[in-house]
């Protein structure tokens, strides 16, 4: 297998309340909200994009929210832990910022090079901010939310947990092209391209973990970068060849993309750079209104019937003069 993904492209994860959800990584976390749209296969329930101000690859995390959804549970199979990249020093504003907003958080610990601070969203979704000795050259979104000497720079990693780690690696090196880097204790590190921030996972061996069961709270797939769909149909060919058994590539507007589950449990995507959000509205009127693809536009009024309101904060789209 010659493909080679360069990092991490978005994860998806489920969550309850679309309101609370959005409030959470809108107000409290700082991120932008790059994309109001559906769930395509489930045109009555929002999907949600946050990121940095244009959502670039590496920097999304997305939800399916809906009111009423019955909890997850965290677990193997599952990707356990997403974690965002901070600028070093910072995870002490962070943890002051996330107290006064609610949330509670772990002490700040170290591993390696790392400093790392975890807490869960409303749903119960395990996060972390991890800051990093060689720090992280992404430009962040700056808002009066969260300044941009502290703000999130995108995703670091992502932890998944599986029960072994020798199949789910092999799908790593060899479907993903990603390379072992370090184990310490039950940890082993995999990493993209040239590493860093936002092109690493970790592989958690937790054999006498209860099964994770996708619902809100818990990751629903991780998604990997592929430059263009020119890459993306070879890949796609070449994982037929290995046996490995891969959707057909779909059209997900902003990118295209296939999706494979690894031995280990974990649904994993490969998604395409392009075309991104600007596709269908202007950089700073990104995720205010609701954006349909042309094959669900027709059944508009009827989806917005459905879809609760949301009230976003201002700072999500500023005016500039
Ligand atoms: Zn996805």
């Not at 997403?82 to 610990?109: A, D, I, R, Y």
């Not at 921030?197 to 958690?204: C, K, S, Y």
């Amino acid at each position: 297998m010659s493909f080679k993904t360069s990092g991490l492209h978005h994860v998806t994860a489920i969550g309850g309340d679309p309101q609370r959800n959005a409030d959470f990584y809108l107000r409290t976390l700082g991120l932008r909200l790059v994309k109001t749209t559906v769930n395509f296969d489930d045109p009555g329930t929002y999907h949600l994009y946050y990121g940095d101000e244009s959502g670039k690859p590496g920097t999304l995390l997305t939800f399916f929210p809906w009111r009423d959804a019955p909890s997850g549970r965290i677990g193997t199979g599952q990707a356990t832990t997403t974690s965002f990249s901070v600028p070093e020093h910072s995870l002490g504003w962070w943890k002051q910022h996330l107290e006064v907003s609610g949330v509670t958080t772990s002490e700040v610990t170290s591993r390696d090079e790392e400093e790392v601070l975890t807490f869960r969203d409303p749903d119960g979704l395990q996060l972390a901010l991890v800051a990093h000795q060689q720090g992280d050259p992404r430009d962040p979104w700056d808002t009066a939310l969260v300044p941009g000497e502290h703000a999130i720079r995108g995703l670091h990693s992502v932890t998944m947990s599986v029960s072994r780690e020798d199949a789910t690696a092999g799908t790593l090196t060899e479907d993903l092209g990603l390379t072992f880097s370090e184990q310490d204790s039950n940890r082993f590190r995999f990493t993209a391209g040239d590493g860093g921030p936002g092109a690493m996972v970790d592989v958690l061996v937790t054999p006498d973990a209860p099964k994770g069961l996708v619902a809100a709270g818990t990751v629903h797939h991780v998604a990997w970068r592929a430059p263009d769909e020119e890459t993306q149909v070879g890949w796609r060919e070449a994982l037929v060849d290995c046996g490995v058994g891969v959707t057909s590539i779909l059209d997900r507007q902003y990118f295209r993309s296939i999706y494979f589950r690894e031995p280990g449990g974990t649904l994993l995507e490969i998604a395409t750079d392009q075309p991104g959000f600007s596709i269908d509205e202007p950089l700073l009127e990104l995720g205010r209104a609701l954006k349909l693809p042309p094959w669900l536009e027709p059944n508009r009024e009827q989806i917005e019937a459905t879809l609760p309101k949301l009230d976003l904060p201002s700072e999500n789209n500023p005016v500039r003069v």
